[in-house]
DNA sequence: AGTGTATATACACATAAACGTATATTATAG
DNA sequence: CTATAATATACGTTTATGTGTATATACACT
């Protein structure tokens, strides 16, 4: 039925926490060892671990186990979700993209869709 | 340097909401009264209203005085800038995006994405 | 075997979040 | 002016969340 209590649901409480922002923005640049990460966070690396649990049961990540290491990388299907959920909104964000000059999709510009009906 | 930390720090908090995110589903048909967004909420109104300041201060909603009534309505930037964020994953996010056929963006052809339900 | 490294998990704790009840505020009706 | 309706806020309580310390597990090397 609606997208926004399915999936959505987590992914957004998985990102509401800036440190698992900056894991993610860490990962973005490719798969990294749980080490790697603690290196880029100011947390230890217990907390660590748990930010990836968390990310990991929210579907942002897969893990590759080599040895004795972990390498964690991005799942791109949260995000997509993501996009569709935004996308969902996509009448409301585009009434005043107009005046910003581009649009953030890469496409040259927006149509202006205009719909709004006050029940 | 990343857009992560700036703006979209209160955007995810704010969304993590289940309850918030069926507000903001409402509020996407369009401006809504506090007791009519009560109604389709689960919770008591005093909630609801806590939830739409947390919305309000996270600049999701506006507020549109109208005698002793207050139509809140969604404001488009916050999902510009989350329609930014996503995008700056839209290299890992469209490596699989290829094989479930179609874009988000509507860019390619039909998407079966439906929504508006509002319950 | 034993030692060291990489990662996960258990536990305790502190803080934050969400909720309901009750109350305050403001507007409207009578 | 009083009563009522619409909304916001204060307060107390419960539950969730993030963290560190300490410990467990698994592998690697000697």
């Known amino acids: 039925m609606c997208i926004y209590t399915n999936v959505t649901v987590t992914a957004f409480g998985a ?21 790697d990460l603690v290196a880029r966070v100011d947390i230890r690396q217990s907390g660590v671990s748990r930010h990836l649990r968390i990310l990991h049961d929210a579907g942002f990540v897969t ?28 009448t409301t964000w585009e009434r005043r993209l107009d005046r910003l000059g581009r649009v ?11 719909r709004e009906e006050p029940r």
């Open 63 to 90: 893990v590759r186990v080599e040895g004795q290491h972990r390498f964690y990388s991005l799942r791109p299907e949260p995000f997509l979700e993501l996009a569709e959920w935004v996308s969902g909104y996509r």
């Open 104 to 114: 953030v999709e890469g496409r040259s510009q927006a149509r202006p869709t205009k």
């Open 15 to 35: 990102l509401a926490d800036p440190t698992r922002r900056r894991i993610v923005e860490a990962l973005g640049a490719g798969e990294r060892s749980v080490n």
